[in-house]
């Protein structure tokens, strides 16, 4: 197929392959590593699910095996964060991002239940990780603006605290069902903590924008149950 | 008042919500500026493409009045790349996918240019090169392959329209000039067919066309990409802009020697395509 001379030239769509199918392979790797790290985020929600039937007596032996699949997920971060590093960040990012809010969520989850700071004993609930303890928690960057590296994006972080307020929320009412009515109390205040947060962020017309719209439900939800136990007098008498 | 506000306890977050909130904005501000630019630069280059439609010859610099009128867009794309530099460096750099708009049509533009000027096809490193010229001694604006790859595709749209208006008005497909042989390089080819390298017979629009086609159905982009999708798009649309030129050639040859100059060959015979007339009556 010679081409006639001098309309194109010699190599160019050769090179341009070559260079897509050095993509194609990054891509292919990223997304082996994904698919593991897909079924390890699964593995942590089985084990984190249990919180919701879990009185708080147990929590801190729930939250010591959540370590395990944790660790796991950590270090299959670690792998994606090589391979990754070959390309610029924002290029493949796309790829992983969903599973990055996952598994922070999951994290902020078992940090919030009292598992970062577990020392046996009865866990302190309450506490949320800040977006730099969930980095050194990954042993990965975050947000980074100027190095172009593999980090943990405001984004990401800001969707797993909104995935926590919904899973708190379901959290709320099934404490009440365990009997545990402190924990509500505890949770309505933090909800509404993170709700006058959102309320200061100046979002545009993307997902994030529609999911921490939704925030305001969660915190009426959580409202309704304080406003039943309080009607029922079951609320913890204030010392 | 003021005992009303400590009634409401800042919430301890507030100093991590204020610093996402500056981090966000710069973001927004940043993608902002880009989709405008982006906006503008397509706008030029649709201008450009415009001007560029009414050039009759190929393989000669461009006429004095084609590069006046056309001075004040490639000017507007400067002044739009200088200004969104830095806002696509170091980790930014792949992340506003609407970069993209902006410089697939800016690609558009430069390769038609290229190829009305020169008869070849433009080079992904002269493309960049070029860019890196509009931006000056500042950062760069990336250009990346599916930029290129992208646009060039739409180019053979342009060389559609090229070639049949000039078959139009001229009678002719338009072909470059009569050039010596090149020593010792690859001979050329006409009907398909490779000649002795004797005197070489211009290579027209049509053969050239076809040629870029080949190269580009050759060229894979990454399965399951949005570039995938993109390319497969627009392939179909090239190889139909090809065929209506290759209709209008077909036109021409059988009758149109019967028909007054600058009668237009009527695309719309040919059934099933009924979008062929409208796209081409556009010029």
């Known amino acids: 197929m010679a081409a006639p001379s001098g309309l194109i030239a010699h190599g160019l769509f050769e090179d341009l392959q070559a260079r897509t199918d050095e993509d194609t392979a990054i891509r292919d790797g990223l997304r082996d590593i994904i698919q593991t790290w897909e079924k390890q985020n ?4 089985y084990v984190l699910s249990r919180g919701h039937g879990t009185p708080i007596a147990k929590l801190s032996e729930l939250l010591k095996s959540a370590e395990e699949p944790l660790g796991k997920a950590v270090e299959t971060v670690g792998k994606l964060a090589e391979v990754a590093s070959k390309a610029p ?12 809010q996952d598994l922070v969520f999951q994290i902020l989850f078992w940090g919030w239940l009292g598992g970062y700071e577990n020392g046996g004993g009865e866990v302190k609930s309450g506490r949320l990780m800040n977006i730099e303890e969930v980095g050194e928690y990954l042993k990965v960057p975050v947000n980074l603006k100027d190095e172009d590296k593999f980090h ?7 969707h797993a605290l909104i995935s926590l307020v919904e899973e708190l929320a379901r959290l709320a009412r099934n404490s009440v069902t365990m009997g545990e009515y402190e924990r509500p109390v ?5 909800v509404k903590d993170v709700l006058a947060g959102f309320q200061i962020l100046n979002l545009k017309n993307d997902s994030l924008r529609r999911r921490s719209d939704s925030l305001k439900y969660k915190v009426k939800d959580v409202e309704d149950i304080i406003y039943d136990l309080s009607l029922r007098d079951l609320l913890p008498k204030k010392e | ?3 009303y506000k400590q009634e409401q306890p800042i919430s301890p977050y507030m100093a991590m919500f204020e610093e996402f909130r500056k981090e966000l904005d710069e973001h927004h501000d940043r993608r902002e500026r880009i989709v405008k630019a982006s906006r503008d630069i397509t706008a030029a280059s649709k201008k450009i493409i415009f001007t560029l439609q009414r050039v009759r010859k190929l393989g000669v610099p461009l006429p004095p009045y084609v590069n006046k009128s056309n001075e004040e867009y490639w000017k507007t794309i400067e002044t739009r790349f200088r200004e969104i530099a830095p806002d696509v460096q170091n980790v930014n750099a792949y992340r506003y996918p609407q970069l993209t708009w902006g410089n697939q049509e800016f690609m558009e533009a430069l390769s038609f240019q290229h190829y009305l000027e020169t008869q070849t096809l433009i080079s992904y490193e002269q493309a960049k090169s070029r860019v890196a010229a509009l931006c000056g001694d500042g950062p760069t604006v990336p250009l990346t392959i599916e930029d290129y790859v992208l646009g060039i595709y739409d180019m053979i749209g ?5 070639s049949i208006t000039a078959m139009a008005l001229n009678g002719n497909l338009p072909a470059g000039e009569p050039r010596k042989a ?9 009907n398909g067919e490779e000649t002795a390298a004797a005197p070489e017979e211009p290579r027209n629009v049509l053969t050239d066309m076809r040629h870029i086609e080949q190269e580009l159905e050759f060229f894979h982009p990454g399965p399951g990409t949005p570039f995938e999708k993109d390319v497969n798009g627009k392939a179909k649309v090239m190889h ?3 065929g209506k030129v290759e209709l209008a050639n077909y036109s021409l040859t059988v009758r149109g020697k019967e028909r007054p100059k600058g009668w237009r060959p009527d695309l719309a015979e040919r059934p099933k395509e009924e979008d062929t007339r409208a796209e081409v009556e556009t010029f």
């Open chain 1, 42 to 45: 699964r593995s942590i929600t």
């Open chain 1, 89 to 100: 960040y924002y290029k493949f990012n796309g790829m992983w991002s969903r599973q990055m």
């Open chain 1, 152 to 158: 943990l994006a405001i984004e990401e972080y800001l």
């Open chain 1, 186 to 190: 505890l949770i309505n205040q933090f």
């Open chain 2, 1 to 3: 008042m003021s005992e």
């Open chain 2, 158 to 162: 342009e060389l559609m329209r090229f």
């Open chain 2, 182 to 190: 090149p020593a010792g390089e690859d001979s050329p080819m006409i």
């Open chain 2, 240 to 242: 139909q802009c090809i």
